[in-house]
């Protein structure tokens, strides 16, 4: 591999390993409130977490790009403190991929928690765990597949994007130049060695993604056979 | 002492009692489906937010006139529900110290006195079970071991909610004298939600009737099973209990008699010992009664009582019979209903205070 092929992944790693923490980090308290309350906020909220579902990528980006920019309300904040402008910057795709991936991320866990019966939060309180413990100690541990499905997908689905990427990142190497956006330039410039190098080894790493989501998922065994 | 003072709507119903429990001893909430017992309970343990007024000795765990709402992770309660709510993601131990690791008192502080948890363990039986998890147990075996998670935080009450609901016959068999154990052993007030009246009988020592909502009767078990304007001498397992000790047994014909204030019952023979307290249940459809001392009769129990009132309802009518002879008043009175039929009341010209005696042709003895 060579060297500017070797940043490329680097890059692309580091902006999926980094979208991944912030969305588990902003997803799942938005999940448990999804899938716990009874608020009438609630379709909107789900609704708008869920839109980078149905929306064209190059709509989202170029709403994106009109926030951060100069003008716009991210934009102006960014820059108030200090920060500078976010469009054409790793930060900015950080910030992109956060918003794009977000249903990703959001759903599997939601339906996870939602999966918890009430009566077992309950005994959780009647055995004297207050809200947070019992966040950390019986729902998390049992929205663990949730979990593992939430980060795959965040993950894998923040090293595919390709639109939001181009329109908020552009081609910057070191920077932003990102596997989606390499391959794009590798097949318009013609070098389709190259883009086979990255395209197949996407196909590999998504293969491994899958496999890997099945295997964690699998319904837990009876242990009946190895208690003693 | 249990203090509850609540009001709560609910769909079909308005939760609304004013009560005062026993601080010991095994309390049922009996009633119908819908009947507002188990929204009771949960208001009770804080899961509910009903208004008023609950407190337990002199910890007030609410009380709206002071703005005072202790939330349920810190009222020292024991909660046992129909379906276990065991943590599937932990093992038997793990789901017993869940609780026990929470609260700073030790086991062998308070209510469970000198029990512990392998007190609690052996109490309930699943020291077999420990390394298992949830879900490779039996329902039986899953509802001890919640059983035995709630008591694990030597709670200062247990409410459990129809914790034999969701068992067959069988399972509900194995559970039964785990309970009867439990009410022996620890001096711990039990509040017990249930709609089963052989439960009732088995284990309660009190009795909280609820009918939409509002309670219809509170007190001493034998006292309103007793009571003939109650729905509950209208059922067909109407019947009274009569708490008694065992008096001698008697090998050769496989018998045993117990005692109580007011007379005594032959029943089957019993594993029990002379002296031990057990619970003899009486059906009222197995009492007769007749006026003169029946003669060569095949009925073991014939009893003197004293009829104390009389209700008749289409072709039957229901007695009730103060045990004892007439005049010879007792201090803690014990009765039995008599359910015989209307023609035969009328024939017998049967009158409140009149001298009978009772033919009991069956006793089950509870415990």
Known sequence: MDAATWTVVRLTAQLAGLSTLLLLLLGTPLAWWLARTRSPAKPVLASLVAMPLVLPPSVIGFYLLLLMGPQGPVGQFTQWLGLGRLPFTFSGLVVASVVYSMPFVVQPLQQAFEAIPERTLEAAATLRAGPLDRFFSVALPLARPGLVTASVLGFAHTVGEFGVVLMIGGNIPGQTRVLSVAIFEHVEAAEFDAAHRLAAGMVVFALLVLVTLYVANRPPRDDRATAP | MIEARLRLPRRGFTLDVDLQLPGQGITALFGPSGCGKTTLLRALAGLERAAGRVALGDAVWQDDARHRFMPTHERPLGYVIQEAALFPHLSVRANLDYGRRRVATDVGSTAAAGFGLDGVVDLLGIGALMDRRPATLSGGERQRVAIARALATAPRLLLMDEPLAALDAARKAEILPYLERLHRALALPIVYVTHAMDEVA?????????????????????????????????????????????????????????????????????????????????????????????????????????????????????????????????????WLLARITRRSADLLALQPGDALYAQVKGVALMR
Not at chain 2, 261 to 290: E, F, I, K, N, Y
């Open chain 2, 202 to 334: 088995r284990l309660a020592d009190h009795l909280v009737l609820l009918e939409a909502g509002a309670v219809r009767a509170a007190g001493p078990l034998a006292e309103l099973l007793a009571r003939p304007d109650l729905p509950l001498a209208r059922q067909d397992e109407a019947g009274v209990v009569i708490n008694a000790r065992v008096d001698q047994h008697d090998a050769s014909y496989g018998l045993t008699r117990v005692a109580f204030d007011g007379g005594a019952l032959w029943v089957g023979q019993t594993g029990a010992a002379p002296g031990d307290a057990v619970r003899a249940r009486v059906l009222a459809r197995d009492v007769s009664v007749a006026r003169q001392r029946p003669q060569e009769t095949s009925v073991l129990n014939v009893l003197p009582v004293v009829l104390e009132t009389l209700q008749t309802e289409g072709g039957t009518a229901l007695l009730r019979l103060r045990l004892g002879a007439a005049g010879a008043g007792s201090a803690t009175p014990v």
